[in-house]
């Protein structure tokens, strides 16, 4: 038992020993700083904006036919009800798919972000990594919307660094 406490306060001893050499960044105002970025953000946000406009319409259409029908529906034979209910169901199935195609995984507005914001990112990250590369970092901690990251000694911030390299 003596020797597994002896080998355990060895590796941990090691591991303190050898500390890594890290740097901490925040993502967040180094792409804020960028005004290609803050350019693309603003047009998805229109973008963004103009589609759900569009979607709204369908959606709007979709209640004033249900609207339209409950205020008929007495009148109506079960034949016709049934008609549209299921004109009713089908409209909004397609409005649901519609803004699927805008705004899912695979829509519209996430293909332009991609389109828009990937190659940005690209480069701040390699501008990042060669930072950390000279200047001998170990490992790099983003800062942005880290809700664990408690304590960050001003000392080993280096975002503004980042953003110099990046101009």
Known sequence: MKRLILIAALVLTAGVVSAQNYLIVNSEKIFKSIDAYNTAIASLDRMAEQYQAQVDARFQEVETLYNNYQNQKTTLSATARQT??????????????????LFGKEGTLMKRR??????????????????????????????????????????????????????
Not at 84 to 101: F, V
Not at 134 to 154: E, R, W
Request: overall charge negative.
């Open 84 to 101: 549209r209910e299921n004109a009713i169901l089908a409209k909004e199935r397609e409005a649901a798919e519609y803004q699927e195609s």
């Open 114 to 167: 991609v389109e828009l914001i990937k190659p940005i990112q690209d480069r701040v990250f390699a501008a990042i990594e060669a930072y950390a590369k000279a200047v001998g970092a170990d490992a790099v901690l983003d800062s942005a919307n880290n809700p664990t990251l408690l304590y960050t000694n001003p000392r080993i911030e280096r975002t503004q660094e980042v953003i110099d390299r990046l101009k």
